[in-house]
């Protein structure tokens, strides 16, 4: 016999599981101090500026 499952109760935990993965993703986001938000910002800069140096001019 397959399982009963109270749907309204299976639609909450999916609700809260998805709640919970947001606020991870949040905390990772926003739960970093000036400087190693600066870093991050600078490091991307100097990647998208040494990637656009090696493109090839279109003559």
């Given at each position: 016999?397959?399982?009963?499952?109270?749907?309204?109760?299976?639609?909450?935990?999916?609700?809260?599981?998805?709640?919970?993965?947001?606020?991870?993703?949040?905390?990772?986001?926003h739960g970093r101090s000036k400087a190693e938000r600066n870093l991050t910002d600078a490091q991307a800069d100097k990647a998208a500026k040494d990637l656009d140096g090696h493109k090839r001019d279109e003559d």
């Open positions: 016999m397959a399982e009963i499952i109270n749907l309204r109760q299976a639609r909450k935990q999916r609700a809260r599981a998805e709640a919970q993965k947001d606020a991870a993703s949040n905390r990772a986001a």
